[in-house]
Each structure stands twice: as structure tokens, then as C-alpha cells.
């Protein structure tokens, strides 16, 4: 269900890029295929629909074969965050009751699953069809929780696929778009990437892992790729906006940037939006549990330099209360976790 525009546009546009990172290229058709691989490989090891499956792979082609593979085969995937300690990955995937552990090569040495699968040996083949139900959990993505310990946050399709329809149609994502990856599949930033873009048929571009630390030479790849889109964090897009050159850098392909996942400091934003006068920026705000429950298309005649942003206006079809003895803000609509 979550694939399915994905799906319509590999029937529309077939050899169109969908993938991009360094001088790698996967169109829709390729992605599709080795995708179908990947899923008929895990049926054929006997993960049912609903199964959960890890995924032992950073961001970039490969954890895209991997996530739209699980979710071919009816499965919900669960990335993981490679940084994290053997422990920590040992509980996630013991937590999650993985069916199935998705990598590269050999398993690591810390892994005691049988059932690692290494996607370099996935033979083509046509997976078994699935009906999956809007309901159905896609991903569960693990955060620290309040104690330290990792909590797991499921994702039905549904919940995804409304957030990323809701969000294309924000920015009026066209086949012609060039978005950049900047975020790991284990945070919420990245149903946007993959189920937005890939679903309105636009190419994803993987930002190389030293550009954050290199602002200027990021602001170069920028207008190098044409990105015209980019979803990402206020520090980074922070660095960009003091360090990047971009007075020296235009950026005229860039459309639009989206952060979220912390607060943009006002005089940082002041200077992004003096540097990128024709880009629009837009605040999302929403914890995992939400995805997104609301935006603010930043209005820079707004912006004071001591004063906070707001969180702005209710997302994707999100109804949000203040409860008045605490002042919470309370989120009910249907991109809520399940």
C-alpha cells in the first residue's frame, strides 16, 4: 500500500533516475527489480506479512533495495543505526523479534540470528504477491526513549503514506526534482525521501558521508547535482547558512528546503533565508509518534532574531489540542504512530 505510487510511477516513467549517489544511477525499473529480488528471497526464507526485518545498512542504494524489498514482501523493516554499540543492536533486533537480519557480506561477528540475509546474494526473481492492509505496520523505528532504553515506534502504512502525500503536495514535488539524502533511514526525516520523492517520481541524491563536515564543499555539490529540494536538520542547514560560501555559491536550482528535529536558531535562519531569497523553507515540527503534526512556511517579514519560531499551522490532516492544565499539545489524525 505505502509503494504503491512508487509502483505507478516505475509503470509510468520506468527509466527515469530514481537512485543517484557518487557516479552510481538506478532507474525506477532497476530499483524495482532488485527490490522484487530481495523480497522473493526473504519469502523464500519464510518471512510472512507483518514479520519484522532489520536492516543492517547505512543510507544509500542499498538500504533502498533493502527497505522497498521488505515492504515488497509484506514485512515491516527496522533500520538500524550502525553507530550504535553490539548491545544496543542485539536488543533492537531481539526487541523487534526480527524475522530476518538484511545486510552486505558476511553477518558481524556480534550477530547470534540465523537468519542473516546478504543482498549480494539475492538471484533475480519475481516475489509472490501481497495484500496489505493500510493498517498494517511498515516500519518501526527505534528512538532512545526517556530512560536511554531504545523504544520502538510503529508506522503503518497509512500513517507514512498520508504524511508523504500530504508533504509532496506541500512543496509540489514534480518528476523533474533533484532531492538531496542527508538523513539515515532510522529517523522519521526519511519517509519524506522515500516515499514522497520516489512516489512522484523525482530522483534521490545521496549526499556523500563528509560533506556535513565541509560546508563549502556541500554548497558546491549542491549546485553541481541541481538539487532542487532537500529535508534535513537546522544544524546543518545552520552550518550551510555561515560557512557554506553561499554568496559565492548560487543555489539557483534549489526550490525549497524542509527542516525538522530541532530548533532553528532565529538569527541562523535570518541569514539562510538573506543567502537563498528565491528558496522557500519550511518549519516541520512532530515528534517520530506523529511524523508530522505541523508546519510553518517560514515567513522571514516574521523572523526577529530574539525571539523563537513558531511551529506554526496543523499537518497532514492532523487535529491539535493544548491541554489546558498541562499544555501539552495533544495530536490525533491519521499520521499518528499505531
Known amino acids: 500500500m505505502l509503494l504503491a505510487p512508487f509502483l505507478q510511477q516505475c509503470h509510468s516513467q520506468p527509466d527515469a533516475s530514481a537512485l543517484e549517489a557518487q557516479e552510481h ?30 536492516i543492517h545498512l547505512d543510507r544509500g542504494i542499498e538500504a533502498t533495495l533493502a527497505v522497498f524489498g521488505v515492504l515488497l514482501a509484506g514485512a515491516c523493516y527496522v533500520p538500524l543505526d550502525l553507530k550504535n554499540p553490539p548491545a544496543r543492536l542485539r536488543f533492537i533486533i531481539k526487541d523487534a523479534q526480527a524475522a530476518a537480519v538484511l545486510g552486505m557480506g558476511e ?37 532512545s526513549g526517556s530512560t536511554g532504553q531504545p523504544r520502538g515506534v510503529a508506522l503503518s502504512h497509512g500513517a507514512i503514506a498520508t504524511f508523504a502525500q500530504w508533504a509532496a503536495d506541500q512543496v509540489d514535488l514534480q518528476p523533474e526534482d533533484r532531492i538531496a539524502n542527508s538523513t539515515p533511514f532510522f529517523f522519521d526525516l526519511s519517509t519524506f525521501d522515500l516515499y514522497a520523492v520516489l512516489g512522484r517520481g523525482a530522483s534521490l541524491h545521496f549526499l556523500p558521508p563528509a560533506l556535513p563536515l565541509a560546508p563549502a564543499r556541500l554548497s558546491a555539490w549542491l549546485a553541481e547535482r541541481a538539487i532542487s529540494g532537500w529535508y534535513t536538520v537546522p544544524s546543518l542547514l545552520a552550518f550551510l547558512a555561515y560557512k557554506g560560501n553561499l554568496a559565492q555559491t548560487p543555489l539557483p536550482a534549489l526550490r525549497f528546503l524542509l527542516f525538522a528535529g ?54 497532514a490532516g492532523c487535529e491539535l489540542t493544548i491541554e489546558p492544565v498541562s499544555g501539552e499539545l495533544w495530536v490525533r489524525g491519521p499520521s499518528v504512530a499505531s
Open 262 to 315: 530541532e530548533v532553528f536558531p532565529s538569527p541562523a535562519l535570518l541569514s539562510l533565508c538573506h543567502s537563498l531569497p528565491k528558496t522557500c523553507l519550511y518549519n516541520f515540527f512532530g515528534p517520530t509518534e506523529t511524523n508530522v503534526c505541523c508546519y510553518w512556511p517560514v515567513d522571514v517579514k516574521r523572523l526577529r532574531p530574539e525571539q523563537t519560531i513558531p511551529i506554526g499551522l496543523p499537518a
Open 25 to 54: 544511477r538506478l532507474s525506477y525499473r532497476q530499483l524495482l527489480q532488485r527490490a522484487g529480488s530481495i523480497a522473493a528471497a526473504l519469502q523464500a526464507r519464510g518471512v510472512k506479512p507483518g514479520q519484522t526485518v532489520t
Open 107 to 143: 553477518p558481524p561477528a556480534w550477530l547470534d540470528h540465523a537468519g542473516w540475509l546478504n543482498l549480494e546474494a539475492c538471484p533475480p526473481a519475481e516475489p509472490s504477491g501481497v495484500t496489505i492492509n493500510p493498517e498494517a505496520i511498515a516500519a518501526i523505528l527505534y528512538t
